[in-house]
């Protein structure tokens, strides 16, 4: 069964640091997405992504995060200068319609 | 008023119980609904959605939509120690030719005694 994967698993930074989580979304699918999750708290919406730019982004998505699909397979999320406030878990998800799958996540944490 | 609310719980049941998960929302808006479950550390699972108002079975799982009402259930039949997790509803607006954000659910933690 298709699956969306994510890697890395967890990845540890220090704060004003650049890190890029990179998705490997289902192939046939069209639309991308970022959320994440901080410990106890709800998913929430990062970015979508359709057509090689953003369709929408959130209060979240500062100047500081960007998403990229660099080839026909990647999807990444790029934070240019961590903030202790970003650790949380990131999950990219896709859909080619309502359904929206989502990724095992990669947890963010900055030190 | 948050857009979506649900009771975090903890709700434990006995094996072979019924549960209901349920969720109220204030956006008019919202057309799709959906659950997922999420086991501890690892990505949200779909279990299944509804477009607008009614029931939606699969297997022991039945997902009911009251847009008059702004409120979504989930019940799980004959409920298995197997279905422990944290269950989230998520909804999202009418698609303009797209697909649209999920707004999620804190989600509810659930734990099924053997």
């Known amino acids: 069964e298709p699956e969306v994967t994510q890697t890395p698993s967890h990845q540890v930074t220090q704060m004003g640091q650049e890190v890029i989580l990179r998705c490997v979304p289902i192939?046939?699918?069209?639309?991308f997405y970022w959320y994440r999750q901080i410990l106890g708290q709800k998913v929430e919406f990062l970015v979508s992504f359709y057509n090689n730019e953003i369709s929408e982004k959130s209060e979240i998505f500062d100047d500081q995060f960007s998403v990229e699909r660099p080839d026909g397979s990647n999807f990444t999320l790029k934070i240019r200068s961590t903030k202790l406030e970003d650790s949380a878990m990131y999950f990219c998800?896709?859909?080619?319609?309502?359904?929206?799958?989502f990724g095992p996540g990669t947890r963010l944490t900055v030190t | 008023q948050k857009e979506v609310e649900q009771d975090p719980g903890p709700l434990s049941v006995p094996e072979g119980a019924i549960v209901s998960l349920n969720c109220t929302y204030s956006n008019s808006a919202f057309q799709y609904f959906m659950w997922y479950r999420q086991y501890s550390r690892k990505g949200p699972e779909l279990l299944m959605y509804?477009?607008?108002?009614g029931n939606k079975e699969d297997g022991r799982f039945t997902a009911q939509v009251d847009k008059s009402s702004k409120y979504i259930s989930l019940f799980i039949r004959d409920s298995q120690p197997s279905d422990s997790a944290t269950y989230l509803c998520?909804?999202?607006?009418?698609?303009?030719?797209?697909?649209?954000?999920?707004?999620f659910g804190k989600g509810t933690k659930l734990t099924v005694n053997p």
């Open positions: 509804t477009y607008s108002s």
């Open positions: 192939s046939n699918h069209l639309y």
């Open positions: 998520a909804m999202s607006a009418e698609s303009q030719g797209g697909s649209e954000k999920l707004v």
């Open positions: 998800a896709s859909s080619e319609g309502v359904e929206q799958y």
